[in-house]
């Protein structure tokens, strides 16, 4: 009943730029904190930026100062602005959203994944 749909990834050289995108849709009452999170091969998902329904934010130590985390609340959007790309920072990226439906249950939901590949 609840979609999480993220878009955006692809392919950048080292220095590079990209914007993530991640709608949400279904039976929604309300958003709560969202967030993106990452996972390279061989390794276990990370935190990589959240932003709580207010608009505060915090970020792993590894992208503080090249990427940016923002929402819009009125379309159930979260956005994922990744600048200075490195090749470290190659991974699927993972919209989360923490939920409130209609019925009034809160889940945490999980898009399906984005790559982003960084590499010249």
């Known amino acids: 009943q609840v979609q999480l749909v993220e878009s955006g990834g692809g392919l950048v050289q080292p220095g590079g730029s990209l914007r993530l995108s991640c709608a949400a849709s279904?039976?929604?009452?309300?958003?709560?904190?969202m967030g993106w999170y990452r996972q390279a091969p061989g390794k276990e998902r990370e935190l990589v930026a959240a932003?709580?329904?207010?608009?505060?934010?915090n970020y792993a130590d590894s992208v503080k100062g090249r990427f940016t985390i923002s929402r819009d609340n009125a379309k159930n959007m979260v956005y994922l602005q990744m600048k200075s790309l490195k090749p470290e920072d190659m991974a699927v990226y993972y919209c989360?959203?923490?939920?409130?439906?209609?019925?009034?249950?809160?889940?945490?939901?999980w898009g399906q994944g984005t790559q982003v590949t960084v590499s010249s």
């Open positions: 989360n959203a923490d939920i409130t439906t209609t019925a009034r249950v809160t889940t945490d939901y």
């Open positions: 932003i709580t329904s207010g608009g505060s934010t």
């Open positions: 279904g039976s929604i009452f309300s958003i709560n904190a």
